[in-house]
């Protein structure tokens, strides 16, 4: 018996049962690389028309429009009137994958860094983004022609700084040097560390006993702080240890890549937020 003869409730029980079950929407990632040059093309605010996409891309616009109503399909796009543009659902994923993107060519291009490096400094959420101290750095590998040549582009940028974030597992004393003299002429320091080191530093560093300095330092105490992390308002500096667990700083990563400081400036809350703050008055 044929949906022509049955009455019209059972007719729409009938065809809903026809149908396949329905399916969560925006589960098919934007990977092909149509969609992919789409999604990069969109803006999450100001929409866009097909025909100004098709311009952009140098698509045919038919194309380029079966692959809009795909990302919609997606929940990826959404359109306004004859615009098109990204969903938050678009805006993260393209975030993500341009993160990933970043990361995998940083692991590619620097590969025997990283496999000769110890990672665990870096926690797992700051790795998969780690792609992004890559873009604008300025060394990874110290000059062998040049002795030092790596510290002293360091102390360079340390000097011309005034604001530092500093989480670390050694004491660098070129580095404590420089900022200890910035911090006395107004800069200010943020540093967390772990118990040996401040108690080195509590030894051998003046400016930290100095009273009239403290409303320009915060010390934390953290014990698991494994890597050498400065930044200041206009540069990364990142050292690993060696997987021996010597601390090496012939092959750091220097950058001044806007992302890249974001990137080291969260990596230093986050130890500082699991830190233990110093009390200067009787350090």
């Not at 009455?7 to 809903?16: I, K, P, V």
Request: glycine residues 6%; hydrophobic residues 35%; contains cysteine.
């Amino acid at each position: 018996m044929g949906l022509q003869a049955i009455g019209s409730e059972e007719r729409m029980q009938a065809e809903r049962s026809l149908k396949k079950p329905s399916q969560p929407r925006a589960k098919i990632s934007a990977t092909h690389s149509l969609k992919g040059r789409v999604m990069e093309s969109l803006d999450h605010k100001e929409p866009q028309t097909t025909r100004a996409l098709s311009q952009k891309l140098e698509l045919h616009q038919s194309s380029v429009s079966h692959t809009l109503n795909e990302l919609m399909e997606e929940d990826l796009v959404t359109k306004k009137g004859k615009g098109y543009r990204l969903s938050n659902v678009g805006l993260i994923q393209r975030n993500v994958q341009d993160r990933m993107a970043k990361t995998l060519r940083c692991l590619m291009d620097h590969r025997d860094f990283f496999l000769s490096h110890d990672l665990s400094g870096i926690p797992l959420g700051f790795q998969v983004s780690m792609g992004v101290v890559s873009d604008g750095q300025e060394a990874v590998e110290k000059d062998p022609a040049i002795p030092y040549h790596m510290n002293n582009a360091i102390i360079s940028i340390l000097k011309q700084s005034s604001r530092f974030l500093v989480a670390s597992f050694t004491l660098v004393p070129d580095h404590q040097l420089t900022v200890a003299q910035a911090v006395r002429e107004g800069g200010h320091l943020q540093a967390v560390s772990s118990d040996r080191i401040l108690q080195e530093l509590r030894l051998q560093s003046h400016a930290l006993k100095d009273v009239s300095l403290h409303s320009r330092k915060e010390l934390y105490r953290h014990n698991n702080v494994n890597l050498h992390l400065i930044v200041t308002e206009s540069h990364l500096i990142l050292a690993l240890p060696r997987l021996d667990g010597t601390c090496d700083l012939e092959n750091i990563i220097i950058s001044k890549d806007r992302e890249a400081l974001n990137w080291g400036r969260m990596l230093y809350y986050y130890f500082q937020s699991y830190g233990e703050k110093v009390d200067l008055a009787t350090f």
